[in-house]
């Protein structure tokens, strides 16, 4: 590279663009799966909802999580995950393009790094998840933003457990379990699940209803009494201020304001 430092064609360098992010703000990368519509068809996913998929979306969001330590919590669900970064990062001087196409190559390459762990059957073609980064400035907008993907995993779960209720066990077709449910309330699909499939919403999983999130915890090793940092997976609610009063570290930054300290003055 030092030969090519010189040449004339360096100019082109300087057509490059920094975008570093604005300072301050809480950074959310946001990745979905590319048609897993078709994809999760393709490699027989259970429907409504994969556990193996799940885990494996699991896994490769808690790889990324290991890998940058400024992620303070992630969201996932379906086939999207959210990643929180700490808002006074300066990883990779905040260039949002860095961040972002990191965590995106880093999370697809692990997707199907792990896929044999979790799968038996082959995968049988490359998955590809898009991604975006937005800058959330207050804490309540990033709690809202949190909140309207887990209310978002809510509404879709319901929708699509009572769906494949009528398909699978009511024997409709996928247009008529559609047309049965077009226009109907939360409350009509409850409904359908009670009476007709005996089905209580409340008692399915966690999982399902709330989707994934990934706080980092500091635990005792329950082996060598150690204390470690690990990246635990928590399946609640976290629309409610319980949440976050639970886990109260992950609104705190926890950086020292910086002080002069006078030469005089004895160190403490
Ligand atoms: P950064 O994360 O900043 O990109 P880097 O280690 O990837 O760090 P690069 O300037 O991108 O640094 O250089 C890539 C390096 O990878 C090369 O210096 C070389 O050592 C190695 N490398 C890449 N491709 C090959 C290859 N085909 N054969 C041998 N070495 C390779
Ligand atoms: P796009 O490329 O626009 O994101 P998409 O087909 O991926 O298109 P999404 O709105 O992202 O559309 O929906 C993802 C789809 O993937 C769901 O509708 C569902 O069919 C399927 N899917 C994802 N995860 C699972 C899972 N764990 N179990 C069953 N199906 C899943
Ligand atoms: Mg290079
Ligand atoms: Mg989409
Ligand atoms: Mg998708
Ligand atoms: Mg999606
Ligand atoms: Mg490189």
């Given at each position: 590279?030092?030969k090519m ?23 959310v ?7 897993f ?5 393709k490699h027989?996913?259970?429907k409504?909802?994969d ?6 979306m699991n896994?490769a ?6 890998e940058?330590k ?9 086939d999207e995950?959210s990643f929180v970064l700490?808002k006074d990062t300066?990883?990779y001087?905040?260039?949002?393009p860095k ?17 044999g ?10 998955p590809a998840f898009?991604?975006?980064v937005?800058l ?6 990033l709690?809202d933003?949190?909140s309207?993907?887990q209310?978002d995993?809510?509404i879709?779960?319901l929708?699509?457990?009572?769906f494949w209720?009528?398909v699978l ?20 699909k ?7 499939f005996?089905?209580?919403?409340n008692d399915?999983p966690?999982l399902y209803?709330k989707?994934t999130?990934?706080v980092?915890?500091?635990?005792r090793?329950?082996?060598?009494g150690k204390?470690?940092v690990?990246?635990l997976?928590?399946?609640?609610d976290?629309?409610?201020?319980a949440f976050?009063?639970?886990h109260?570290?992950i609104?705190a930054v ?5 002080y002069?300290?006078?030469e005089?003055?004895?160190l403490p």
């Amino acid at each position: 590279t030092s030969k090519m430092a010189k040449s004339k064609f360096e100019y082109v360098k300087t057509f490059e663009t920094e975008e570093k992010l604005l300072p301050n703000c809480w950074i959310v990368v946001r990745l979905d799966g590319k048609a897993f519509h078709r994809f999760s068809a393709k490699h027989d996913f259970t429907k409504p909802n994969d556990e193996r998929a799940l885990s494996l979306m699991n896994k490769a969001a808690s790889v990324v999580m290991n890998e940058f330590k400024d992620i303070t919590l992630s969201y996932g669900q379906s086939d999207e995950y959210s990643f929180v970064l700490r808002k006074d990062t300066i990883l990779y001087n905040r260039r949002g393009p860095k961040i972002m196409t990191y965590i995106n190559s880093l999370f697809s390459s692990s997707y199907v790094y792990h896929w044999g762990h979790y799968f038996t059957t082959k995968l049988k073609y490359p998955p590809a998840f898009d991604a975006r980064v937005v800058l959330y400035p207050t804490d309540e907008n990033l709690r809202d933003y949190l909140s309207w993907r887990q209310a978002d995993c809510h509404i879709n779960n319901l929708y699509n457990t009572t769906f494949w209720a009528l398909v699978l066990k009511g024997g409709l077709t996928n247009a008529e379990a559609e047309k049965r449910l077009s226009g109907t309330l939360s409350s009509d699909k409850n409904e359908i699940l009670f009476s007709e499939f005996d089905t209580n919403y409340n008692d399915e999983p966690f999982l399902y209803k709330k989707g994934t999130i990934l706080v980092r915890k500091r635990i005792r090793h329950p082996k060598n009494g150690k204390t470690c940092v690990v990246v635990l997976p928590l399946h609640e609610d976290l629309i409610q201020d319980a949440f976050w009063e639970r886990h109260s570290e992950i609104l705190a930054v926890k950086t020292a304001g910086s002080y002069e300290w006078p030469e005089s003055r004895p160190l403490p």
